[in-house]
């Protein structure tokens, strides 16, 4: 709306008259059947009112920044304006002053940074520890010490809810404002890839399966056909944080004909994220965070993604729209190695993790 305002107060400013002013955005519960229906994608919000209303909020907008242009650099300290209600640009000048380790390192809910800040206190040592929920308190340890936290009682009982078959799984979606195809809503996460271990009993050779879709193809069902004839029925299906889940729930709408092997699979699904979110695990390396990205090193630091091509999701993601848009073959092939290794060794990284979580009891 303040965005809008400006427009408005622009056009109006030289003499164009606005009878009415609308935002335009995605209307988020539209699902595509056919072709784009623009009427139903788009949502039309009439904010002709509000506009108007904060106009005289606008100008004198307008007089301080013109003012404030003429003046010297201002002094204002750090606070939430930094990034509410976006990132500031400046951060990093403005934070210069803050160590890398500092009371903006802490993670969770309890002490807030900025009230710290306020207090005088910069450093993790200065935080009186009344302040700290239990979790920050772990981390500020941690991190002060180089201390791990490890709960053998709490992993034991985690390890105890795996059984054999055991499989890895992880997907890589896409995501577009427009859906690509039928079904989809705006936003809504689309399977384009996954990789899956499965070792079907201790000491058992890990076997590899894994699928990338074919460029500008709807992927849905070849790739839930394929995953359904490589997962066991009976096995215990582990992924990282409930992003997995959320996938399937998709691909079981999407698919009412599959829906009753798909539901099967979500009941048989286990968090290998559990002890790490709990603080069953912490390690002094992971920085407040129990991502696989910060787990990973920490627990197996011969394994990371630093060397890879891709390192993340929406890396991954942004790949695979390059290569629906290439035409050269070996740009291609360049990509789907880069996509199937980053894939790969995401459910390569469950599986040392699990291995590591049993080497520390």
Request: charged share 25%; hydrophobic share 40%.
């Amino acid at each position: 709306v303040p965005d809008a305002a400006i427009q408005y107060r622009v056009l109006t400013g030289a003499d164009i008259s606005v009878s009415k002013v609308f935002i335009a955005h995605i209307n988020n519960k539209y699902v595509r059947k056919g072709d784009i229906d623009v009427s139903k994608l788009f949502t039309l919000e009439d904010v002709t009112k509000s506009v108007k209303e904060i106009q005289p909020t606008i100008n004198n907008e307008l007089r301080k920044q013109r003012t404030m242009l003429k003046g010297s650099l201002p002094v204002i300290d750090i606070g939430e304006h930094c990034e509410d209600p976006y990132a500031c640009d400046f951060m990093g000048h403005c934070r210069a002053h803050i160590p890398q380790i500092s009371v903006f390192s802490l993670k969770g809910r309890g002490a807030k940074a900025y009230d710290l800040y306020r207090q005088g206190i910069v450093h993790l040592k200065d935080i009186p520890e009344d302040l700290l929920s239990p979790n920050q308190r772990i981390q500020v340890e941690a991190t002060l010490k180089h201390k791990e936290f490890i709960n053998p009682d709490s992993i034991r009982d985690f390890l105890k809810s795996i059984w054999y078959p055991t499989c890895f799984l992880d997907f890589e979606t896409l995501s577009s404002p427009i859906p690509l195809w039928d079904g989809i809503r705006p936003w809504q996460q689309v399977p384009f890839q996954y990789s899956l271990h499965i070792l079907e009993k201790e000491g058992k050779e890990l076997k590899h399966c894994e699928y990338l879709a074919l460029p500008t193809v709807d992927p849905r069902r070849e790739l839930i056909e394929k995953l359904l004839s490589e997962i066991p029925d009976s096995a215990c299906i582990l992924h990282y944080t409930a992003f997995e889940k959320s996938v399937l729930n998709d691909l079981s709408e999407w698919f009412p004909r599959y829906k009753k092997k798909i539901d099967r699979l979500i009941n048989q699904c286990i968090d290998l994220s559990t002890p790490f979110r709990n603080r069953s695990v912490y390690l002094w390396q992971m920085d407040g965070s129990y991502s696989i990205k910060s787990v990973l090193p920490a627990i197996a630091s011969d394994l990371n993604y630093d060397s890879m091509e891709i390192s993340d999701g929406v890396a991954a993601a942004i790949a695979y729209f390059r290569m629906c848009e290439s035409d050269d073959p070996r740009e291609i092939a360049g990509i789907r190695r880069a996509l199937l290794g980053y894939c790969g060794l995401d459910t390569m990284a469950m599986v040392r993790i699990l291995k590591e979580l049993k080497r520390l009891i």
